[in-house]
């Protein structure tokens, strides 16, 4: 299936394989490790689509309009998302999974966060010690440490400092301090590896601490979109068989999933 593409489509992004009977754009905000079914050799073969996947950043759904993109990938409550769907520009979001966000603990660990049950112990557990934790104003971790200060009651004290610090700087910040914080796992481990951070993650499996992550299709401008392989890419990435090889996902260092499958909260 050849679909007709303009010179300047996806030119910076670098093909993972090399089947050419259709090509098929997908562009997902932010930055990943080996993401879960990476487009998904299975797919190609299956279909004669070749994927290319781009990391982009918050104008995704802009580069989608101007037919960068056959279906874009990112966090559902993202508020772009949702405009380029009330304008009618893509279809309706589908759910493919959850990323984690995960507590960054010191060389230590002085409040036995490793060990806390949930979240909300470990929160409880570093309020108790008075441990420093450095609050991270990402607007998503951000949302989960106020739910889990208010969980645990509202405490006060020295030990929560917020200097409005956001991403890396707020991981640093705890390290220098020999603290806490919390971050997306995977910015964090693109941290570690690229720079180096004295901060170990743990993940809990909470909801409180997973986002979900959807793909929409491009609808428009017609001519520059495939839409009809966008939507067998999605409804691959959707499909049970897919949605197991997600769960099943590991990084190094981490034996336990690190994305959780989503595909269930779609009409099935």
């Given at each position: 299936m050849q679909v007709p593409l303009p010179a300047n489509r996806c030119e910076s992004q670098q093909p993972a394989f090399s089947l050419v009977e259709g090509h098929l754009c997908v562009n997902r905000r932010g930055p990943g490790i080996n993401q879960p079914a990476r487009s998904g050799s299975d797919f190609e073969e299956a279909s004669g689509y070749t994927v290319t996947v781009t990391n982009a950043g918050p104008d995704i759904f802009d580069q989608a309009?101007?037919?960068?993109?056959?279906?874009?990938?990112?966090?559902?409550?993202?508020?772009?998302?949702?405009?380029?769907?009330?304008?009618?520009?893509?279809?309706?979001?589908?759910?493919?999974?959850?990323?984690?966000?995960?507590?960054?603990?010191?060389?230590?660990?002085?409040?036995?966060?490793?060990?806390?049950?949930?979240?909300?112990?470990?929160?409880?557990?570093?309020?108790?010690?008075?441990?420093?934790?450095?609050?991270?104003?990402?607007?998503?971790?951000?949302?989960?440490?106020?739910?889990?200060w208010n969980a645990v009651g509202r405490p006060d004290g020295e030990w929560l400092i917020d200097l409005g610090q956001s991403g890396a700087p707020a991981v640093r910040e705890a390290e220098r301090r020999g603290g806490y914080t919390i971050w997306g796992l995977h910015p964090f481990l693109n941290l570690r590896q690229q720079q180096g951070v004295d901060l170990e993650p743990v993940v809990y499996?909470?909801?409180?601490?997973?986002?979900?992550?959807?793909?929409?299709?491009?609808?428009r401008p017609r001519l520059l979109v495939n839409e009809e392989g966008a939507l067998a890419l999605q409804e691959y990435l959707t499909q049970p068989a897919t949605q197991a090889q997600i769960r099943s996902f590991r990084v190094p260092g981490i034996d336990e999933p690190v994305f959780w499958p989503a595909g269930n909260q779609n009409d099935n």
């Open positions: 309009r101007h037919g960068n993109a056959d279906l874009v990938m990112a966090h559902l409550g993202f508020t772009p998302l949702h405009d380029f769907v009330r304008t009618f520009r893509g279809e309706w979001p589908a759910t493919v999974f959850s990323n984690t966000v995960a507590f960054l603990i010191p060389p230590g660990d002085p409040a036995g966060v490793r060990d806390a049950a949930d979240p909300v112990e470990a929160f409880e557990l570093i309020a108790e010690h008075e441990a420093p934790f450095v609050v991270n104003n990402l607007g998503e971790t951000l949302y989960i440490t106020d739910t889990l499996h909470d909801s409180l601490m997973q986002r979900v992550i959807a793909t929409v299709v491009v609808r």
